[in-house]
Protein backbone atom coordinates (compact mmCIF):
# COMPACT_ATOMS: atom_id res chain seq x y z
CA UNK A 1 0.00 0.00 0.00
CA UNK A 2 0.96 3.71 -0.68
CA UNK A 3 1.60 5.80 2.42
CA UNK A 4 3.39 9.32 2.85
CA UNK A 5 4.48 10.07 6.50
CA UNK A 6 5.08 13.17 7.67
CA UNK A 7 6.03 12.72 11.24
CA UNK A 8 6.70 16.12 12.47
CA UNK A 9 3.30 17.70 13.21
CA UNK A 10 4.50 21.26 13.89
CA UNK A 11 7.86 23.20 13.64
CA UNK A 12 8.62 26.66 14.92
CA UNK A 13 11.79 28.57 13.94
CA UNK A 14 13.16 32.04 14.17
CA UNK A 15 13.13 34.03 11.21
CA UNK A 16 16.56 33.56 9.31
CA UNK A 17 17.45 29.76 10.30
CA UNK A 18 17.31 27.10 8.09
CA UNK A 19 14.32 24.64 8.60
CA UNK A 20 13.95 21.02 7.50
CA UNK A 21 10.60 19.38 6.91
CA UNK A 22 10.80 15.47 6.58
CA UNK A 23 8.71 13.35 4.20
CA UNK A 24 9.08 9.62 3.94
CA UNK A 25 7.24 7.28 1.72
CA UNK A 26 6.09 4.01 0.72
CA UNK A 27 5.28 2.44 -2.01
CA UNK A 28 5.74 -0.92 -4.23
CA UNK A 29 5.82 0.81 -7.78
CA UNK A 30 9.07 1.39 -9.51
CA UNK A 31 7.58 4.76 -11.25
CA UNK A 32 6.11 7.50 -9.05
CA UNK A 33 5.96 11.11 -8.50
CA UNK A 34 6.68 12.98 -5.17
CA UNK A 35 4.79 16.46 -4.79
CA UNK A 36 5.28 18.75 -2.02
CA UNK A 37 2.62 21.34 -1.97
CA UNK A 38 2.29 24.83 0.46
CA UNK A 39 -1.11 25.95 2.13
CA UNK A 40 -0.68 29.61 3.89
CA UNK A 41 -3.24 30.96 6.33
CA UNK A 42 -5.27 31.67 3.43
CA UNK A 43 -6.24 28.04 2.26
CA UNK A 44 -5.33 27.88 -1.09
CA UNK A 45 -2.83 24.93 -1.74
CA UNK A 46 0.11 25.87 -3.91
CA UNK A 47 1.95 23.44 -5.96
CA UNK A 48 6.04 23.66 -5.13
CA UNK A 49 7.38 21.01 -6.98
CA UNK A 50 7.39 17.39 -8.57
CA UNK A 51 9.87 14.67 -8.53
CA UNK A 52 9.92 11.76 -10.58
CA UNK A 53 10.90 8.38 -9.20
CA UNK A 54 13.41 8.40 -12.01
CA UNK A 55 15.36 11.50 -11.16
CA UNK A 56 17.23 11.61 -7.89
CA UNK A 57 19.14 14.63 -8.18
CA UNK A 58 18.67 17.55 -6.09
CA UNK A 59 16.71 20.33 -6.60
CA UNK A 60 16.88 24.36 -5.54
CA UNK A 61 15.25 27.05 -6.26
CA UNK A 62 15.58 30.21 -4.32
CA UNK A 63 15.86 29.63 -0.98
CA UNK A 64 13.93 25.91 -1.22
CA UNK A 65 15.77 22.73 -1.81
CA UNK A 66 14.86 19.29 -2.10
CA UNK A 67 16.80 16.47 -1.43
CA UNK A 68 14.85 12.92 -2.88
CA UNK A 69 16.69 9.69 -1.51
CA UNK A 70 14.79 6.41 -3.00
CA UNK A 71 17.15 4.51 -0.50
CA UNK A 72 15.72 5.62 2.26
CA UNK A 73 12.47 6.55 0.56
CA UNK A 74 12.78 10.01 1.48
CA UNK A 75 11.82 13.67 0.59
CA UNK A 76 12.62 16.30 2.78
CA UNK A 77 12.24 19.91 1.96
CA UNK A 78 15.00 22.33 3.04
CA UNK A 79 14.22 26.34 3.49
CA UNK A 80 17.30 28.48 3.70
CA UNK A 81 16.89 31.75 5.42
CA UNK A 82 13.47 31.09 6.44
CA UNK A 83 10.77 34.12 6.27
CA UNK A 84 8.10 35.14 8.05
CA UNK A 85 5.85 34.46 4.99
CA UNK A 86 6.89 31.34 4.55
CA UNK A 87 4.62 30.04 7.87
CA UNK A 88 2.43 28.10 6.05
CA UNK A 89 1.43 23.98 6.48
CA UNK A 90 3.28 21.76 4.07
CA UNK A 91 2.10 18.74 2.22
CA UNK A 92 4.08 15.80 1.17
CA UNK A 93 1.99 13.54 -1.53
CA UNK A 94 2.95 10.69 -3.65
CA UNK A 95 1.30 9.62 -6.87
CA UNK A 96 1.68 6.57 -9.29
CA UNK A 97 2.40 7.70 -12.64
CA UNK A 98 -0.20 6.09 -14.23
CA UNK A 99 -2.87 7.12 -11.84
CA UNK A 100 -4.44 9.99 -12.78
CA UNK A 101 -4.21 12.34 -10.76
CA UNK A 102 -4.90 10.15 -7.64
CA UNK A 103 -2.81 11.69 -4.84
CA UNK A 104 -2.02 9.98 -1.55
CA UNK A 105 -0.95 12.93 0.87
CA UNK A 106 0.92 13.24 3.72
CA UNK A 107 -0.50 14.59 7.28
CA UNK A 108 1.07 17.86 6.72
CA UNK A 109 3.51 20.27 8.62
CA UNK A 110 2.81 23.14 10.25
CA UNK A 111 5.61 25.65 9.67
CA UNK A 112 6.04 28.80 12.05
CA UNK A 113 8.44 31.40 11.43
CA UNK A 114 8.93 33.40 14.24
CA UNK A 115 9.94 37.40 13.22
CA UNK B 1 -2.05 27.84 -14.38
CA UNK B 2 -5.90 27.88 -14.79
CA UNK B 3 -7.39 30.22 -12.25
CA UNK B 4 -10.05 28.65 -9.57
CA UNK B 5 -13.01 30.50 -7.93
CA UNK B 6 -15.10 29.07 -5.31
CA UNK B 7 -18.14 30.02 -3.50
CA UNK B 8 -18.92 30.47 -1.08
CA UNK B 9 -15.57 31.19 0.68
CA UNK B 10 -17.12 30.46 4.09
CA UNK B 11 -20.47 29.65 5.61
CA UNK B 12 -21.93 28.86 8.85
CA UNK B 13 -24.64 26.33 8.30
CA UNK B 14 -27.38 25.03 10.17
CA UNK B 15 -27.83 21.30 11.25
CA UNK B 16 -29.63 18.98 8.86
CA UNK B 17 -29.50 22.09 5.69
CA UNK B 18 -27.49 21.29 2.46
CA UNK B 19 -25.43 23.50 1.01
CA UNK B 20 -24.31 23.73 -3.16
CA UNK B 21 -20.24 24.93 -2.77
CA UNK B 22 -19.11 26.60 -7.07
CA UNK B 23 -16.08 26.10 -8.24
CA UNK B 24 -15.28 27.97 -11.85
CA UNK B 25 -12.85 27.85 -13.44
CA UNK B 26 -11.05 30.29 -16.06
CA UNK B 27 -9.96 27.30 -18.85
CA UNK B 28 -11.60 24.30 -20.34
CA UNK B 29 -10.61 21.24 -17.97
CA UNK B 30 -11.20 17.25 -18.41
CA UNK B 31 -11.11 16.27 -14.55
CA UNK B 32 -12.27 17.97 -11.81
CA UNK B 33 -11.16 16.90 -8.10
CA UNK B 34 -13.27 17.78 -4.60
CA UNK B 35 -11.22 17.02 -1.58
CA UNK B 36 -12.62 17.62 1.83
CA UNK B 37 -9.39 18.92 4.48
CA UNK B 38 -11.20 18.40 8.22
CA UNK B 39 -10.10 21.01 10.84
CA UNK B 40 -6.22 20.15 11.15
CA UNK B 41 -6.08 17.15 8.88
CA UNK B 42 -4.90 16.31 5.54
CA UNK B 43 -6.76 16.39 2.33
CA UNK B 44 -9.28 13.57 1.53
CA UNK B 45 -10.57 13.19 -2.04
CA UNK B 46 -14.35 13.11 -2.34
CA UNK B 47 -14.81 11.95 -5.67
CA UNK B 48 -13.74 13.18 -9.45
CA UNK B 49 -15.99 15.31 -11.92
CA UNK B 50 -15.63 14.55 -15.11
CA UNK B 51 -17.72 16.61 -17.84
CA UNK B 52 -20.68 14.50 -19.48
CA UNK B 53 -20.29 11.59 -16.76
CA UNK B 54 -21.44 10.81 -13.15
CA UNK B 55 -18.84 11.64 -10.73
CA UNK B 56 -16.55 8.35 -9.57
CA UNK B 57 -16.40 9.21 -5.17
CA UNK B 58 -14.01 7.73 -3.21
CA UNK B 59 -14.48 5.23 -0.80
CA UNK B 60 -16.17 6.42 2.55
CA UNK B 61 -18.04 8.86 0.49
CA UNK B 62 -22.10 8.23 -1.25
CA UNK B 63 -24.02 10.73 -4.11
CA UNK B 64 -26.41 11.14 -1.77
CA UNK B 65 -24.52 13.02 0.77
CA UNK B 66 -22.23 14.83 -1.88
CA UNK B 67 -24.33 15.24 -4.80
CA UNK B 68 -21.72 16.79 -7.69
CA UNK B 69 -22.59 18.45 -11.19
CA UNK B 70 -20.64 19.09 -13.50
CA UNK B 71 -22.48 20.82 -16.75
CA UNK B 72 -19.53 22.21 -18.83
CA UNK B 73 -16.10 21.81 -18.77
CA UNK B 74 -15.56 24.98 -16.45
CA UNK B 75 -17.67 24.14 -13.70
CA UNK B 76 -18.49 21.91 -11.14
CA UNK B 77 -20.86 22.25 -7.78
CA UNK B 78 -20.53 20.35 -4.62
CA UNK B 79 -23.74 19.54 -2.17
CA UNK B 80 -23.08 18.59 1.19
CA UNK B 81 -26.03 17.70 2.59
CA UNK B 82 -28.25 17.17 5.87
CA UNK B 83 -24.83 18.59 7.54
CA UNK B 84 -23.95 17.87 10.68
CA UNK B 85 -21.10 19.07 13.03
CA UNK B 86 -19.40 16.52 11.39
CA UNK B 87 -19.38 17.89 8.02
CA UNK B 88 -17.28 21.21 9.21
CA UNK B 89 -14.72 21.35 6.84
CA UNK B 90 -12.60 23.01 4.28
CA UNK B 91 -14.01 21.95 0.75
CA UNK B 92 -11.36 22.35 -1.91
CA UNK B 93 -12.10 22.58 -5.64
CA UNK B 94 -9.01 21.31 -7.83
CA UNK B 95 -8.13 20.73 -11.52
CA UNK B 96 -5.01 19.06 -13.55
CA UNK B 97 -2.55 21.85 -13.75
CA UNK B 98 -2.48 23.66 -17.34
CA UNK B 99 0.47 25.41 -16.99
CA UNK B 100 2.73 22.64 -17.60
CA UNK B 101 4.09 21.33 -14.73
CA UNK B 102 3.67 17.98 -15.53
CA UNK B 103 1.36 14.83 -15.52
CA UNK B 104 -0.67 14.59 -12.11
CA UNK B 105 -0.30 18.27 -10.65
CA UNK B 106 -3.16 19.95 -9.74
CA UNK B 107 -4.16 22.90 -9.55
CA UNK B 108 -6.68 24.29 -5.94
CA UNK B 109 -9.27 26.83 -5.03
CA UNK B 110 -9.02 28.62 -2.16
CA UNK B 111 -11.51 26.29 -0.69
CA UNK B 112 -14.97 26.72 1.00
CA UNK B 113 -14.92 26.71 4.83
CA UNK B 114 -17.66 25.47 6.00
CA UNK B 115 -19.14 25.78 9.90
CA UNK B 116 -22.15 23.67 10.75
CA UNK B 117 -23.52 24.07 14.50
Known amino acids: AQKVTQAQTEISVVEKEDVTLDCVYE???????LFWYKQPPSGELVFLIR????DEQNEISGRYSWNFQKSTSSFNFTITASQVVDSAVYFC????????????WGAGTKLIIKP | SAVISQKPSRDICQRGTSLTIQCQVD?????MFWYRQQPGQSLTLIAT?????????ESGFVIDKFPISRPNLTFSTLTVSNMSPEDSSIYLC??????????????FGAGSRLTVL
Open chain 2, 27 to 31: SQVTM
Open chain 1, 93 to 104: ALSEMDSNYQLI
Open chain 1, 27 to 33: TRDTTYY
Open chain 1, 51 to 54: RNSF
Open chain 2, 94 to 107: SVEDQGGSGANVLT
Open chain 2, 49 to 57: ANQGSEATY
